[in-house]
């Protein structure tokens, strides 16, 4: 019964700003490392964001580093992505990840996720 529901995705322009969400039912939040990912038309599933069980530590992808912002309300069962400056090579659909946290791993791959979110498509136009 675990399930991780994303929102917030839609169409924006060049330079425009979307916040992502994604709720957490299921399973004890407060114990997972959580991560977005997103695939682009024909590209295979690439690393975005992974934020750790307390949110005190992050860690980004070179391609958003500086424009997104990972975070989590344990309370609320949610992480949260921030998306700046947004460029039409960010257009995917992104998806939330949960992963068993623990032993300071930084979780940057997929393999390293148990539970996925169905996505959520985020459109950049040019």
């Known amino acids: 019964q675990v399930q991780l529901v994303e929102s917030g995705g839609g169409l924006v322009q060049a330079g425009g700003s979307l916040r992502l969400s994604c709720t957490a039912s299921?399973?004890?939040?407060?114990?997972?490392?959580m991560g977005w990912f997103r695939q682009a038309p024909g590209k295979e599933r690439e690393f975005v964001a992974t934020i750790m069980r307390n949110g005190g530590n992050t860690y980004y992808a070179g391609s958003v580093k500086g424009r997104y912002i990972i975070s989590r309300d344990n309370a609320k069962n949610t992480v949260y992505l921030q998306m700046n400056s947004l460029k039409p090579e960010d257009t995917a659909v992104y998806y939330c990840a949960a992963a068993v946290g623990g032993g300071g791993r930084i979780a940057d791959t997929a393999l390293a996720y148990a539970y996925w979110g169905q996505g959520t498509q985020v459109t950049v136009s040019s």
């Open positions: 299921g399973l004890p939040f407060g114990l997972y490392t």
